[in-house]
């Protein structure tokens, strides 16, 4: 930082998005003084460019990481009551097919991605028959079934601003647009 805008930080984060601004959240939360740098805009790069879900972590499942899967739909639960104003569920509907793993498999881990977080609000997952459900209109024919579950939709920029207003809040210097040029050790601190 120049001599103008000097300041001692326990904390220092550069980047001020969804990470950067949940770091400065927590730990100015926990008491530690935390400055946060971002070059342009909170949220405007990676975390603009998301796919706005709050999701379970799905696709783990076949990697057997129940814990991490655990983990995050007990998140996606706490998030959804957090901040009820910027996420939504949201229902997908997966057609069953020759290429994908058997039915009853899927049917089984979607039965565990219901029930591994203690799902409260979310709609659980539900066997379809396309030929009668009204979400096999627009597939092609030869779809016979399909499984509808449940993940949640995010205004992703929002959250980011939240976090760090809420950091600030919580005394966080949050510091948009300051463009972190060097950091260098000297002695036993970093100067930004």
Known sequence: ????NAADF????????????????????RGLRVGLAEQGDLAQATSSAST???HGGLRYLEYYEFRLVREALIERETLLVAMPHISWPLRFV???????????????????????????????????????????APLKPGYEKAFE???????DARLVVL??????????????????????????????
């Open 149 to 155: 579950y449940s993940d949640c939709w995010v205004e």
């Open 10 to 29: 326990d904390l220092f984060v550069i980047g001020g998005g969804v990470n950067g601004c949940g770091i400065a959240r927590d730990a100015a939360g």
């Open 163 to 192: 976090l760090a207003r809420d950091a600030a809040r919580r005394s966080a210097k949050i510091m948009p647009r300051k463009k972190c040029l060097a950091a260098r050790r000297d002695g036993g601190v970093w100067r930004i």
């Open 52 to 54: 706005k879900l709050f």
């Open 1 to 4: 930082m120049d001599q103008g």
């Open 94 to 136: 997966l057609p069953h097919h020759d290429g994908l793993r058997p039915a009853w498999l899927l049917r089984l881990g979607l039965f565990l991605y219901d029930h591994l977080g203690g799902r409260k609000i979310l709609p659980p997952t539900r066997s379809l028959d396309l030929h009668e459900d009204p979400a096999g």
